[in-house]
């Protein structure tokens, strides 16, 4: 609600401006009260008054709109150069009229007496407002002439290319705040926005400001559940706090190589199915994704690491005593005998799964050697596992990906730089889980009304989220969007070849911040198009007669931005590229350069500190040699 007080002060500005100007109008060189105007009304100075209302109208109108901004600060903008401009011609057809008609050149303080003229000199009152009539319809014809010249087809013959302006950020709807909005920028001192379920793709090199101008505005603005991969923990640190406390939400920090084990925990196994026929298609994705098949080697050998993972995770589920988690299967196929081990299960036991035994006797029927090869090839996926912090973090899940869209749920996935290569294996397996999840089943508004935002940084430096590529078009359907943000478009052409790839380039909106690749700022000045512009070639050749002079003029594509100009863009701006619109130059949204937004801080939530359980390496002294002996005969 307005402050009474300051509205009653504005409007006795306001009169008190409006009075002054109906004063110095009548050719009287005094202050004013507010008051005056009931003084000169009643004298019948009701021009002088109509033209001092509609002078203060402006100016109270321009100063509002640059105190609203965004587009109002635009118009205010337009309005304050379009009112400059017409008080600079007027003073320019006052200087010609005192040139030609008094002989001499007045300063702008003569105006004053230009007033009384009005009164006093008819004639050269008329011959004044002639000479400004001249000068204002010569202005009004140049500005024409310079339209039609910059209208004509010939100067967007090979290209048209621009910023938007004001009415054109506008009409893309950049300045329109939603509910399911994500902050992108800003522009005349207003947040830029991106709406509904469409993704963002960011381009942004280490230390541009992406954490600053997307990461953590977005974390403290988007209201509805939040998955984000959160390099060095700087979002969980700041936003966590106000999202519990403020929005409600449920905070988890999972960063699994965390050197204090301060993180909570998440078990990539606790989302296989208790069906028996279900989870053995769980069984088969996690296993996927763990065990790719490599394209440049024999996919013999990751074919029967996943028939292994089966018999191993098959094993656990229906081991009530062993815990079920990537960390007991690193240990469960470390031990001293494994093939002893597993052929003494298949022969002594009849009541674990079918697919177990089925699975399990496919690996013992190979010859030793193989068999070798395959637990080598096997155990390197899961040397991660070897680190005890990795596998306390991973040993039980503390949140459930299936909440997500039922309640307000944040999850912050935790790590270094240092830790990123060794961990990327196992962040690639959250977010296909993640995606695959989601995608299951259609959303019920009334179960799960909560959309979901998946910010995921370094995205370029995971493994293939295969899921993601082949579902992002897709997302909007289960009320899911992600911002993908990547250091360098060639980092992603190593997990997927350049057709793959463009599920993710040919994402809709696009924010590129300054980079030091000339590949990228190549493909980002392609993105923003050319502009036609005139050029002029001549030439002087000397003759016996004098010189000869040829000119000839022609049109030419140059881009908008060179790559070199994008390499050098200041650090806090960034250029935004949206399918269908023209690209917006604007700046960072930086967090604690905003006012309302640095008092949001509230710190960081608790996290749990995680024990290590020492699992001492048993070494069995027997099993029955017979029976592998069988086996191989």
């Known amino acids: 609600m307005r402050n009474p007080g300051i509205v009653a002060i504005a409007l006795i500005c306001g009169l008190a401006v409006t009075s002054q100007i109906a004063v110095l109008l009548t050719g009287i060189a005094q202050w004013a009260s507010p008051l005056a105007l009931v003084d000169l009304l009643r004298h019948g100075f009701y021009w002088e008054t109509a033209i001092a209302g509609c002078v203060t109208a402006l100016l109270v109108s321009c100063v509002v709109g640059f105190l609203k901004q965004g587009f109002y600060r635009y118009l205010s903008l337009l309005c304050s150069s379009s009112l400059l401009s017409g008080l600079a011609v007027f003073l320019l057809g006052f200087e ?10 007045q300063s702008p303080s003569g105006l ?121 923990l700087t979002l969980f640190k700041t936003t966590s706090g106000y999202r519990e406390s403020v929005l409600g939400h449920r905070c988890f920090c999972w960063a699994p190589a965390d050197e204090n084990r301060l993180t909570h925990c998440y078990n990539p196994l606790s989302l296989i199915s208790d069906d028996k026929i279900q989870r053995l298609t769980d069984i088969q994705r996690i296993a996927h994704i763990l065990m790719p098949d490599n394209k440049k080697s024999d996919p013999i050998w990751q074919q029967a690491s996943r028939k292994l993972f089966k018999v191993a995770v098959l094993y656990l589920l229906d081991t009530p005593d062993r815990p079920i988690s990537l960390g007991e299967i690193n240990r469960l196929v470390k031990q001293a005998g494994f093939d002893d081990w597993l052929a003494s299960v298949l022969e002594e036991t009849e009541h674990l799964d079918p697919e177990f035994y089925r699975n399990g006797y496919s690996y013992l029927n190979n010859h030793e050697k193989t068999r070798s090869s395959i637990l080598e090839t096997f155990s390197g996926y899961f040397e991660l596992f070897d680190d005890p912090t990795i596998d306390a973090a991973t040993a039980r899940s503390d949140f459930d990906l299936r909440q997500l869209r039922r309640e307000k749920i944040t999850i912050y996935i935790g790590f270094t730089d240092d830790d990123m290569e060794r961990l990327s294996p196992l962040l690639t397996l959250f977010w296909q889980q993640l995606i695959s999840v989601m995608i299951k089943n259609l959303p019920d508004p009334v179960e799960e009304p909560y959309p979901l935002l998946c910010l995921i940084d370094e995205f370029s430096s995971l493994g293939r989220i295969e899921r993601l590529r082949r579902s992002l078009k897709l997302l909007r359907e289960y009320r899911v969007r992600c911002v993908l943000i990547m250091q360098y478009i060639a980092q992603t052409y190593e997990q997927y070849t350049h057709d793959e790839a463009k599920a993710f380039t040919n994402i809709k909106t696009k924010i590129a911040f300054a980079t030091e690749d000339i590949h ?114």
């Open 96 to 105: 010609l009229y005192s040139y030609i008609f008094l002989g001499f050149v």
């Open 112 to 232: 004053m007496e230009l007033v009384s003229l009005h009164y006093q000199e008819p004639d050269l009152w008329h011959r004044f407002l002639t000479v400004e009539g001249i000068v204002f319809l010569m202005t009004f014809l140049a500005i024409v002439i310079y339209l039609f010249h910059w209208l004509r087809p010939d100067n967007k013959a090979l290209g048209n290319a621009h910023f938007s302006n004001g009415f054109e950020t506008k009409r893309a709807g950049f300045f329109e705040r939603q509910e399911q909005s994500i902050i992108i920028g800003k522009k005349y001192a207003a947040p830029l926005y991106s709406h509904g379920f469409e993704h963002v793709l960011v381009f942004a090199p280490t230390g541009s400001g992406k954490t600053r101008s997307i990461g953590i505005p977005n974390l403290f603005h988007y209201p509805f559940s939040v998955v984000c991969n959160d390099v060095k």
């Open 520 to 633: 990228d700022a190549e493909y980002v000045s392609k993105l923003l198009g050319t502009r036609t512009v005139k050029v002029s070639a001549g030439s002087t050749s000397t003759q016996t007669q004098g010189y000869s002079e040829s000119k000839s003029y022609n049109y030419q594509a140059i881009p908008l931005l060179r790559p070199d100009e994008i390499m050098r863009l200041p650090e806090d701006q960034t250029l935004i590229m949206r399918t269908g619109h023209t690209p917006v130059k604007a700046a960072q949204m930086i967090w604690y350069q905003d006012s309302e937004m640095k008092r949001l801080t509230c710190g960081a939530t608790p996290v749990p500190q995680q024990s290590i359980q020492h699992h001492p390496f048993i070494h069995h002294k027997s099993f029955k040699p017979s029976l592998l002996e069988v086996l191989e005969t």
